[in-house]
Antibody, heavy 117, light 111 residues
Framework: EVQLVESGGGLVQPGGSLRLSCAAS????????LNWVRQAPGKGLEYLSYINRETDNIRYADSVRGRFTISRDNAKNSLFLQMNSLRAEDTAMYYC??????????WGRGTMVTVSS | QSALTQPASVSASPGQSITISCSGT?????????VSWYQHHPGKVPKLMIYEVTNRPSGVSNRFSGSKSGNTASMTISGLQPEDEADYYCLSYTSRDSFWVFGGGTKLTVL
C-alpha cells in the first residue's frame, strides 16, 4: 500500500524546536518530489515547503522561510521538517504530501503540532 | 505569498451543479496549467480531485470537472450528492519563491 506516515508532532513552548518525520512506503520514494502542508485549527490548507527528488530545488512559504528546513533521506525513504523558533501561529496539523504529475496525490494522516506555554 | 481567491462558501441542493472559482495572477494560474483541486472532509485526509486543470485521477467521479480561463480556474461538480459536502481547495504552481500556493478554501453545503 502506498502511504506516508508523519511523526514527531507534540506540544512545544514558543521559541522551541521540533523535527517532523515522514516515512514513506509502497512506492519508489526517490522518484518523487515531496511537500509539507499544514492546517491550523479552523483555517484552510497552507503550503509550506517543497523538495525535489535530487534535493537541489528547495522552496519555502514566506511564513516559514528562515525558521523551517526541509530535507529528505532517499536511502531511508524519509522526509523531514526541522522547525525552529516556533510561534503560536505555527499550531497546526502538518501533512507530508507526495507530488505526482503536478498534483498532490498521496497525503499522510498528519501530525499535530501545538505551540503553547 | 497571498493565497488564491476562492468563495468562502457555496450551497446547492442534491442533483444540482455548482462551480467553484479560484482566482490568481499571471504568476500562477494564468501562467501555468499546474492547477489542482482537493476535497477535504473535516477530520479526514485531503483528496486529489483534479490535476493539471482538467484531469481526473483514477477513481474520481466524472461528476467532477475542471477548467481555466485567464487567471481563473474553476471546478464544477454536477449531480450533487450529500457526500460531496466538504471543503474544497485549489492549488497552483507559482513562479514566486514558494513554488506552490493554495486557495483559501470553499465550504460546499449540500442542502
Amino acid at each position: 500500500e502506498v502511504q506516508l506516515v508523519e511523526s514527531g508532532g507534540g506540544l512545544v513552548q514558543p521559541g522551541g524546536s521540533l523535527r517532523l518525520s515522514c516515512a514513506a512506503s509502497g512506492f519508489t520514494f526517490s522518484g518523487y518530489s515531496l511537500n509539507w502542508v499544514r492546517q491550523a485549527p479552523g483555517k484552510g490548507l497552507e503550503y509550506l515547503s517543497y523538495i525535489n527528488r535530487e534535493t537541489d530545488n528547495i522552496r519555502y512559504a514566506d511564513s516559514v522561510r528562515g525558521r523551517f528546513t526541509i530535507s529528505r533521506d532517499n536511502a531511508k525513504n524519509s522526509l523531514f521538517l526541522q522547525m525552529n523558533s516556533l510561534r503560536a501561529e505555527d499550531t497546526a496539523m502538518y501533512y507530508c504530501v507526495r507530488d505526482h504529475n503536478w498534483g498532490f496525490d498521496i497525503w499522510g494522516r498528519g501530525t499535530m503540532v501545538t505551540v503553547s506555554s | 505569498q497571498s493565497a488564491l481567491t476562492q468563495p468562502a462558501s457555496v450551497s446547492a441542493s442534491p442533483g444540482q451543479s455548482i462551480t467553484i472559482s479560484c482566482s490568481g495572477t499571471s504568476s500562477d494560474i494564468g501562467g501555468y496549467n499546474h492547477v489542482s483541486w482537493y476535497q477535504h472532509h473535516p477530520g479526514k485526509v485531503p483528496k486529489l480531485m483534479i490535476y493539471e486543470v482538467t484531469n481526473r485521477p483514477s477513481g474520481v467521479s466524472n461528476r467532477f470537472s475542471g477548467s481555466k480561463s485567464g487567471n481563473t480556474a474553476s471546478m464544477t461538480i454536477s449531480g450533487l450528492q450529500p457526500e460531496d459536502e466538504a471543503d474544497y481547495y485549489c492549488l497552483s504552481y507559482t513562479s514566486r519563491d514558494s513554488f506552490w500556493v493554495f486557495g483559501g478554501g470553499t465550504k460546499l453545503t449540500v442542502l
